[in-house]
């Protein structure tokens, strides 16, 4: 008689991976991600080249940048790229910090998982861990006067010091101060600070770095439409439209029988007339500058100039709802529907300059601008690039603070402090969770240690003079000057973090860890290529029958 048969549950292409060598192997993700980008963090930040599929170059040291060109295997490597994703988008900095942080606390797991330890007990320390950083770091939390400009100005460049842009730190704090600044709205109470709609950051290659500015209004990159038009206008009357003005197409394709030849001349009359009607209603409310967002005919501009109107077509929308926050115009969807409210008077000046060799339009010196644009001058697009992704930084930071004014000392300051309110912590637990928990706190010295490696001095001693440092009362401040190496008080340093980005920074790296651990299997179904093809040929058949 023959032994019994194996029983197939899964189909034979699916691989499947479980127990101990998922949770090494995730662990090891992590630990590779983490590792390349750890060399990022700090003021003596290392930049990475990435070439993408198409050719493309990116230089860079955001470490959302760099994990967002790159392509990976690994389901938890993914998670990885995914959790400083989440940073950018939530607080705008510290997605190098999220990444080593994550890595870090996996990295101290994977000795208590070779224990024997079961990953819920990790999980359940880490949880509570998680719950007194946050309580720790409510108390180290200092309040900040929001509107002390060298203050603010501080907190920005302590951002700014680790990107490639800390040669123009004092151009950029303050672009991005008066960027935040002027697109911050308040209303019924609420705080809205919208960067990404209103605060638009415009790149020209060529001029030098430090011609980049703020304007008081907008710019667009368009020229009027007709070369008789005036390009300067001063106090101009601007209308918004987002209408076309031409002659209305039928939806569906309409076809017309002529019979008599006049009835042909009535129809390019009635076509003249309605552009004609168009322009009168224009006209009613006297603009000195029309911008639409879709086209112009060239009947509409000949009647348009003859009115000393200028007009520029096919300007973005969310172009034109920054122009409409600038001047304070509404966007009218119909000629006819234009009242004299419609009408924005805010800006005092409209030109339209040559930069190079296009021609942009500037609508400036607006009175109370709730929308800018920021001009970035330099010499390459790739240099651009990172300029305004440093700039995108800088202002999330600045946003941050005027959203939720508490400050922690940064330079590793922070994490040393939790970290020995933690060890502390745990001296007082009993039973097997105390070691999970007290690895948290070593594994928040990553920052610390890491700020250390990148800028060349002897890690361990540096570390433990550190440590004995914030064991002394009163010495929460202390961290290392990411320049030298040397151990510096942060508050004489002035070197500051917005709370937010913090508290964000231990949630989301906490959460990760948290998660990766609580994964023991891993069922990968791949199709071969194989069958689908020959799969094909067969089904084709009985498709023609049908």
Known sequence: MMGPRPVLVLSQNVKRESGRKVQTGNITAAKTIADIIRTCLGPRAMMKMLLDPMGGIVMTNDGNAILREIQVQHPAAKSMIEISRTQDEEVGDGTTSVIILAGEMLSVAEHFLEQQMHPTVIIGAYRKALDDMISILKKIGTPVDVNNKEMMLKIIKSAINTKAINRWS???????????????????????IDIKKYAKVEKIPGGFSEDSCVLRGIMVNKDVTHPRMRRLIKNPRIVLLDCSLEYKKGESQTDIEITREEDFARI????????????????RVKPDLVITEKGISDLAQHYLMRANITAIRRVRKTDNNRIARACGARIVSRTDE??????????????????????????TDCKDPKACTIVLRGASKEILAEVERNLQDAMQVCRNVLMDPQLVPGGGATEMAVAHALTEKSKGMTGVEQWPYRAVAQALEVIPRTLIQNCGASTIRVLTSLRAKHAQEGSQTWGVNGESGALVDMKELGIW???????????TAVETAVLLLRIDDIVSGHKKKGDDQSKQPAAAPEAAQE
Not at 170 to 191: H, M, P, W
Not at 339 to 362: C, H, N, P, Q, S
Request: hydrophobic share 40%; net charge negative; with cysteine.
């Open 338 to 363: 234009l009242r004299e409210e419609d009408v924005g008077t805010g800006a005092r000046l409209f030109e339209v300059k040559k930069i190079g060799d296009e021609y942009f339009a500037f609508i």
């Open 268 to 283: 390019l009359q009635m076509e003249e007339e309605y552009i004609q009607q168009i322009c009168e209603d224009l006209m």
């Open 497 to 507: 973090e917005p709370l937010a980005v913090k508290l964000q920074t231990y949630k």
């Open 170 to 192: 004092d151009l950029a704090c303050s672009i991005a101060l008066d960027a935040v600044k002027t697109v911050e709205f308040e209303e019924n109470g609420r705080k809205e």
